[in-house]
């Protein structure tokens, strides 16, 4: 036996009003989340467009002759290098030479204080640390700031994560894009880490 209830559901739906309340209950919906669709997209677009053309771009880093770590007598430092470390007071050292600290050790004669050895004219260096060592020199600081006011929107949240002058140089100095023809082969194979303004000259092919 078919339920009471059931009956009148069916009864009910045979009614061509209940349907017209039902069909257009729907239409309302589907317009409504249509308009906030567009109206998320029209948002989106804009925020994007005040993003693009706001100048100049505000960025974090800070150029200063003495920073945090110097007072807690820690240095932060590049890391990776096998054989070279450039700590962030801009001095290049031998790995065994680098203090528990993080600092390299400024009484061993081999330790330069930014140096610039490997390093072309154009900014692009062939040794990743005299790169950043090289970068870190206070009159590098007015070709840093022209960079960054001119950097390609591309490079935004890049540049834009960086605190202060020696993470700009550790970024500045590592391979990207800019760093690269054909997506494959590097524009000079031999300086290609570079903290200068523009990339390195394309080499012929």
């Known amino acids: 036996m078919v339920p009471c209830g059931a009956v009148l559901w069916r009864r009910l739906l045979r009614k061509r009003w209940v349907l017209g309340v039902v069909f ?94 490997s390093c072309l004219p154009n900014g692009c260096c062939s040794v990743y640390e005299y790169c950043v060592s090289c970068c870190l020199q206070p009159s590098k600081q007015h070709l840093l700031e022209r960079f960054l006011n001119r950097a390609a929107i591309a490079f935004q949240n890049l540049f834009m994560a960086v605190e202060d002058h020696f993470e700009l140089c550790l970024a500045k100095c590592r391979t990207s894009s800019q760093s690269v023809q054909h997506e494959n082969t590097y524009r000079d194979p031999i300086a290609k880490y570079c903290y200068g303004e523009y990339p390195p000259e394309l080499l012929p092919v």
């Open 24 to 117: 257009g209950l729907s239409l309302v919906y589907f317009i409504t989340s249509t308009f906030k669709q567009e109206e998320r997209m029209v948002r989106d677009r804009n925020l994007l467009q005040v993003q693009e053309h706001e100048q100049p771009i505000v960025w974090k880093v800070k150029f200063s002759s003495g920073n945090s770590s110097q007072l807690s007598n820690q240095c932060r430092n590049s890391v990776q290098g096998k054989l070279l470390i450039t700590d962030e007071l801009g001095y290049i050292c031998e790995r065994k030479d680098l203090l528990v600290n993080g600092c390299c050790n400024v009484n061993v004669p081999s330790t330069k204080l930014y140096s610039c050895d």
